[in-house]
């Protein structure tokens, strides 16, 4: 068991640049989540997979946003167009579906600034 | 979905118990309490959770008010490590929903 990794840490891109980031989960854990942070806040919720169905996106995940998990396993999140108000910290999170309900296990998080 | 209140900073002496508050009153029978914790710059790490009875590992204590109205996460013997900032979080699972809502959260400084 390695953790949830994400790449990249950190990214800085202009003003209406796409960017892609990337995140694996624990194996064999079918539940995956992304998260937003911004400075002073809590982790903002933005979509969740089981497995390689999206089955929640948050009314925050604009059209600029998208997020896939082929197959099941690691997940990626693009920020079409990037704006001056997406500079955040995104965070990924997996957990494992059965029985309770078993906690979520946070990656280090990728950092944007979008300049 | 339910929202929690937690004071915005505390401190504890080191070797002290840690007594952290939350207030979740509109949560609903089917969320979760769970306690998370962030140090600076690092992905929130799981503390503790419970449903509505209290719970103990080998971190923390929780201890849920019988209306779940209001929960306390219990550090029992805080170190300097312990300092980060505290989430008290509501975890909604439904049919196609999953999520942790999380609120400001709680500083907490333990000094020497």
């Known amino acids: 068991d390695t953790g949830v990794s994400q790449n990249p840490r950190h990214k800085i891109t202009k003003r209406g640049q796409n960017v892609t980031f990337r995140c694996d989960p624990i194996?064999?854990?079918?539940?995956l989540y992304w998260y937003r942070q911004t400075l002073g806040q809590g982790p903002e919720f933005l979509t969740y997979f089981q497995n390689e169905a999206q089955l929640e996106k948050s009314r925050l995940l604009s059209d600029r946003f998208s997020a896939e998990r082929p197959k099941g396993s690691f997940s990626t999140l693009e920020i079409q167009r990037t704006e001056q108000g997406d500079s955040a910290m995104y965070l990924c999170?997996?957990?494992?579906?059965?029985?309770?309900?078993?906690?979520?296990?946070f990656g280090p998080g990728t950092r944007l600034t979008v300049t | 979905d339910a929202k929690t209140t937690q004071p915005t900073s505390m401190d504890c002496a080191e070797g002290r118990a840690a007594n952290l508050p939350c207030n979740h009153s509109?949560?609903?029978?089917?969320?979760?309490v769970y306690w998370y914790r962030q140090i600076h710059s690092q992905g929130p790490q799981y503390i503790i959770h419970g449903l509505k009875n209290n719970e103990t590992n080998e971190m923390a204590s929780l201890i849920i008010t019988e209306d779940r109205k209001s929960s306390t996460l219990i550090l029992p013997h805080a170190t300097l490590r312990d300092t980060a900032v505290y989430y008290c979080?509501?975890?909604?699972?439904?049919?196609?929903?999953?999520?942790?809502?999380f609120g400001t959260g709680t500083r907490l400084q333990v000094f020497p």
């Open positions: 509109t949560i609903s029978g089917n969320e979760y």
């Open positions: 999170a997996s957990s494992y579906r059965g029985g309770p309900p078993y906690e979520q296990y």
């Open positions: 979080i509501v975890r909604v699972i439904l049919r196609n929903t999953d999520k942790l809502i």
């Open positions: 194996s064999e854990h079918n539940r």
